[in-house]
């Protein structure tokens, strides 16, 4: 070999040129010559994926699977990294079918392998896992049982998918339905189409059949995911987990759902949701679920079985819910979530009815350290220990501009119209309940049966309660410290036992401030027009200050009393304090609470003076209403200064606006009403316009108009910061976003967090001012369009380079740099000239060479034309001539 390196030797000095030029050519050639994807046709060749794990492939046509077993695609070990596109096309299980697989090799490994078309399908920096547009057929039921026993992981479409924190698995429209109600039947972690999903996303994916986990985990979607997204899916079968998770969508979750639903009903062991069975550290998004729930020993939510950590915003539930048995000591059982423990619940609702043994509430049955606003129930709740209309119980919780509307019914103790009982501390805002509460033990209210400690503001109860022991009130059962401010009752309050109240059975300590009740109060000791007992303890100190007992009875047998039934007189500190002169008192009267009278034309007459009022009365705006029939019209009671007024239908009269309630068409009628300042009227049948402006987002190519693209955008404030919670849009796949009300006199920021895939992300964020007319500024470089009261900024994208990825320039700088080093090879061994012809020439072909790949950058990487393999043939070509040229210089020695 030495003789081919002689100094005359001809491979010296062509060998360098020579493979630098074959290495650019190849280089060169490989970034415009992608291989196309192997087509799939047949079952033979959908098995043959199992020898190319990398490969990309495509479906081009239907395809039927006619054997008993199908041998999982991938292992642990060995997984799927590649694309495998379904094109629309469907892959049909003919027959009830086994899934198998080729184990991993370590036993260790072997516990993670998965089971399903694809066993485990796997995502990196440098490796795809994307399953797209491939539609799953069952003609029989699936099952991963080998005759022994259930093995793990199981989903028709794939058994694990595991990515990782940037690059995540992809599945996109993608699903799986199951003929006459066929079954897909695991063990630990079951899915409709994933068993387990580890970071990644999955968009626009259903699933129709009913799965079941004999034992763990269970989802109608997917049995769990974690660190993942799931968006714009849906699942209407039937789910069941034997022992421990399922949900109608979910089983085990942590990342983020939005715009997706579930239809089936769900029944688990111990944690049961109709969209998630367990949520952690997650967000429910825009989200429903309409199916039963059942739990007989757990968690069970219309919703969310159990939840920790998280945001749930727009969602609500439709079905029932059950979570009884005896002999459990931990059952929680929610319209909307079974428990939930830190976070907020944001604008959402539950409709169905709820029956359980203990902490039961017609959104969420039990509650720890979170908020709860917006939001409402509606469906009745049953239970034998802890009810309430919303929450049944709570340790720290914040309730704002929430109601209830049902019946709660608690066996034992504790019920409440709205929250059954806060042991830490709690504060409700802006809230009511409508509901009758009746409960067969202690304490109960018409809003909160017991609080610890907290704040009821501007809050009011409309039903009657009943209750079997002691601890009843029109607005609570007993409250140890806090304080009620500006709030009423209008239900009855009936105990068989003692310490009732028209606001509150036992009042400990704090402040009630301008509130009144006007229902009826009955028990047996301690019974007050306002409050029951006030408790002879050390350190408890009251102040009751301008409130108002308008009661037309206070019914008991001992310590009976318009304002308080029994306490000490010495520690009460008292203000303005009225009671209903003409009040029907019976039994033995405790005289060392009484009040100063308020006669029936100060309270009923429509237009009463309004010395010592104001408090608590808009002047000359009082609600129609009667003792027996609240919708009859009597008598007047006060409106708080806090409310909005309704114009009757005569237009005479004012009534409150529920908070959180929906407006009715009133008749119509002629009359005067006075309004008082700083109090707003609502006119019954007429909406009034929002208070922002509407706006959609409108994703386009930049080069093509006409084409539509899917992109996720974040709208933050003026200063870029997120709203809590976050504001994030999703356009569509006519490309757009749904409208997005935003607030009049405000600055937004506009972030593109999720670009189109192939294309490039708009840098930093887009400015858009809404003005106080509720017009939105121009845009500056973005075209902002109106259709009446909505408008549209259409935002285009950039096709992303595919040069954009590959260092080009460094490329052409290193030739360069290679070029100087054999000219100067040349120049030194062979004494070539700078002066001399072949030496120009030389540099000639070499700058040919530099100039080709630039070339090839400005018109592949910039025009994307077909014409771009020309400056690659140009290299071919000159890389010889190169080469012949350096021989020739060695021939004549120069």
Request: hydrophobic residues 35%; proline residues 3%.
């Amino acid at each position: 070999m030495t003789q081919f390196f002689k100094k005359d030797s001809w491979i010296k000095s062509i060998f360098p040129m020579f493979m630098i030029s074959i290495f650019l050519s190849v280089i060169l050639l490989a970034g415009v010559a992608a291989a196309d994807p192997t087509p799939i046709t047949n079952e033979a060749e959908l098995s043959a994926i199992r020898s190319n794990l990398a490969g990309d492939y495509i479906l081009t046509k239907d395809i039927e699977i006619n054997s008993a077993t199908w041998n999982s695609i991938g292992n642990y070990g060995n997984p799927f990294t590649g694309t495998f596109d379904g094109d629309g096309y469907s892959i049909t299980f003919t027959k009830e079918t086994t899934f198998t697989k080729t184990n991993s090799v370590s036993i260790l490994d072997q516990r993670y392998d998965g089971y399903g078309l694809f066993g485990n399908v796997k995502s990196t920096s440098s490796n795809s896992g994307i399953i797209k547009d491939v539609h799953i057929i069952a003609q029989g039921n699936l099952t991963n049982f080998d005759g022994t026993n259930y093995k793990y992981y199981f989903g028709s479409l794939a058994g694990v998918g595991n990515g990782t924190a940037t690059s995540g698995v992809t599945i996109f429209n993608c699903s799986f339905t199951a003929a006459d109600s066929y079954n897909i039947t695991g063990r630990k972690e079951v899915g409709g189409l994933v068993g387990v999903l580890n970071n990644g996303t999955m968009s626009d994916c259903y699933v129709s059949g009913n799965v079941r986990a004999d034992q763990f985990v269970a989802g109608g979607l997917a049995g769990n995911v974690t660190n993942a997204t799931i968006s714009k899916c849906h699942a209407t079968g039937t789910v069941s987990a034997d022992i421990h998770i399922a949900g109608g969508l979910v089983g085990d979750f942590n990342g983020t759902i939005s715009e997706s639903y579930a239809t089936g009903n769900v029944m688990s062991g111990l944690y049961a949701g109709g969209l998630v069975g367990n949520v952690s550290d997650g967000n429910i998004l825009k989200s429903n679920a309409s199916g039963s729930v059942t739990s007989p020993s757990g968690y069970a939510g219309g919703l969310v079985g159990y939840y920790f950590n998280g945001t749930v915003s727009e969602c609500y539930a439709t079905g029932d819910v059950d979570s009884t048995n005896i002999n459990s000591d931990s059952l929680y059982a929610g319209g909307l979530i079974g428990q939930f423990f830190r976070g907020t619940i944001l604008k959402s609702y539950a409709s169905g009815d709820v029956n359980g043994d203990k902490h039961a509430g017609g959104l969420v049955g039990y509650i720890g350290a979170a908020n709860v606003v917006q939001s409402y129930a509606i469906g009745n709740v049953n239970v034998q220990y802890g009810g309430g209309g919303l929450v049944g119980r709570s340790t720290v919780i914040n309730v704002v501009q929430c109601y209830a509307a049902g019946n709660v019914d608690v066996s034992g103790d504790y019920g409440g119209g709205l929250v059954g009982d806060i042991l830490g501390n709690g504060n409700i805002t802006n809230s009511y309940a409508a509901g009758n509460v009746d409960i067969g033990g202690n304490y109960a209210g018409g809003l909160v049966g017991f609080i610890s400690a907290g704040n009821i503001t501007q809050c009011y109860a409309t039903g009657n309660t009943d209750i079997g022991g002691d601890y009843g009130g029109g607005l609570v059962g007993s409250i140890s410290a806090g304080n009620i401010t500006q709030c009423y009752t209008t239900g009855n309050v009936d105990a068989d036992g003692d310490y009732v109240g028209g606001i509150a059975g036992s009042y400990g300590k704090g402040n009630l401030i301008e509130s009144y009740t006007v229902g009826d109060v009955s028990g047996n000791d301690s019974i007050g027009g306002l409050i029951g007992i006030y408790p002879d303890v050390a350190g408890n100190q009251l102040s009751v200050v301008n409130c108002s007992a308008l009661n037309e009875k206070v019914t008991g047998t001992t310590n009976i009393s318009r304002f308080i039934g029994f306490g000490d007189p010495a520690v009460l500190a008292k203000d303005s304090v009225y009671a209903w002169k003409k009040m029907i008192m019976t039994g033995t009267i405790n005289t060392n609470f009484d009040v100063a009278d308020v006669t029936s034309e100060e309270v009923w007459e429509q237009d009463p003076g309004t010395d010592g009022w104001s408090w608590f009365a808009a002047a000359g705006v009082w609600k129609p209403n009667d003792y027996s029939d609240p919708l009859s019209y009597d008598y007047r009671i006060p409106i708080l200064s806090w409310q909005t007024a309704i114009l009757e239908e005569d237009a005479s009269h004012l009534r409150p606006k529920p908070a959180g309630g929906n407006n009715t068409t009133g008749g119509g009628g002629t009359g005067n009403a006075t309004i008082p300042p700083n109090n707003t009227v609502v006119v019954q049948g007429f909406e009034s316009s929002n208070s922002g402006a509407m706006l959609i987002l409108d994703k386009i190519d930049s080069a093509d108009p006409s084409k539509k693209l899917t992109a996720t955008f974040e709208i933050c404030d003026a200063n870029g910061s997120s709203f809590n919670p976050k504001m994030v849009y999703t356009t569509n796949q006519s490309g757009h976003t749904e409208k997005i009300y935003l607030t009049h006199g405000t600055t937004y920021t506009i972030y593109e967090t999720n670009a189109p895939n192939g294309y490039q992300a708009i840098d930093g964020g887009i400015k858009i001012v809404i003005n106080e007319d509720m017009t939105i500024q121009p845009v500056s470089g973005y075209n902002l369009t109106q259709n009446g009261d909505v408008y549209t900024l259409t935002i285009p994208n950039t096709a992303e380079s595919p040069c954009k990825v590959f260092p080009w320039w460094w490329l052409i700088a290193l030739l360069f740099m290679l070029m100087i080093a054999e000219s100067a090879f040349l120049y030194k061994k062979f004494k070539l000239q700078l002066h001399n012809k072949w030496w120009i020439i030389h540099l000639v072909l070499m700058a040919l060479v530099v100039l080709s790949i630039v070339f090839f950058y400005l018109n592949y990487c910039q025009l994307n034309d077909w014409w771009v393999l020309v400056p690659v043939v140009l290299t071919l070509l000159i890389a010889p001539v190169v080469c012949a040229y350096n021989r020739y210089l060695m021939k004549i020695n120069i």
